[in-house]
T-cell receptor
Framework: KQEVTQIPAALSVPEGENLVLNCSFTDSAIYNLQWFRQDPGKGLTSLLLIQSSQREQTSGRLNASLDKSSGRSTLYIAASQPGDSATYLCAVNSGGGADGLTFGKGTHLIIQP | NAGVTQTPKFRVLKTGQSMTLLCAQDMNHEYMYWYRQDPGMGLRLIHYSVGEGTTAKGEVPDGYNVSRLKKQNFLLGLESAAPSQTSVYFC????????????FGQGTRLTVV
């Protein structure tokens, strides 16, 4: 059974810092990995999707990497801003008979002004 | 540009009552999913559908039923609500599970008293 772990569970940093969020998964046979952002009381907003054949994806100040063989992904946020404060979720798609995503429990990020 | 829309957004039920949550997507997606999100547990897959007229069980299907009579709609039913079903429910959809990103609705916050 696929398991996804996100470290740290919570992180608080001053505005302007670069930071890294970590995601690990136990079964390397994945189709893709997706990073989401969730604001309090809101739904999930997709940030980046990395296919299993890709090593990284970039969108603005966000860069996500994937090392499938070691079961790891990182989300790099450059020049953090207070508006980046949210919970960040990592999810893997392992495919097979039971479709859908397996989620980590998230990293709660606070950017201090 | 509605995307994935969930109805209702909030609901309070008494134990034993029934209700149906509606998910509608306007992206012509084949795959649709229902997840629940609980503190400390992350998001878990309840049921999913790979096309009109099909449904399948996910990780936590007990106490729920689903139907996909039309491609754009995926209904989640609670026949006899229990306090353990207090949660935030999210619907998602995607073109093809293995290759494309999933899009999520804004969630339904359900409280069973």
């Amino acid at each position: 059974k696929q398991e996804v772990t996100q470290i740290p569970a919570a992180l608080s940093v001053p505005e302007g810092e670069n930071l890294v969020l970590n995601c690990s998964f136990t079964d390397s046979a994945i189709y893709n990995l997706q990073w989401f952002r969730q604001d309090p009381g809101k739904g999930l907003t997709s940030l980046l999707l990395i296919q299993s054949s890709q090593r990284e994806q970039t969108s603005g100040r966000l860069n996500a990497s994937l090392d499938k063989s070691s079961g790891r992904s990182t989300l790099y946020i450059a020049a953090s801003q207070p508006g980046d404060s949210a919970t960040y979720l990592c999810a893997v798609n392992s495919g097979g008979g039971a479709d859908g995503l397996t989620f980590g429990k998230g990293t709660h990020l606070i950017i201090q002004p | 540009n509605a995307g994935v829309t969930q109805t209702p957004k909030f609901r309070v039920l008494k134990t034993g009552q029934s209700m149906t949550l509606l998910c509608a997507q306007d992206m012509n997606h084949e795959y649709m999913y229902w997840y629940r999100q609980d503190p400390g547990m992350g998001l878990r897959l309840i049921h999913y559908s790979v096309g009109e007229g099909t449904t399948a069980k996910g990780e936590v299907p007990d106490g729920y039923n689903v139907s996909r009579l039309k491609k754009q709609n995926f209904l989640l039913g609670l026949e006899s609500a229990a306090p353990s079903q207090t949660s935030v429910y999210f619907c998602a959809s995607s073109y093809v599970s293995g290759n494309t990103e999933a899009f999520f609705g804004q969630g339904t916050r359900l409280t069973v008293v």
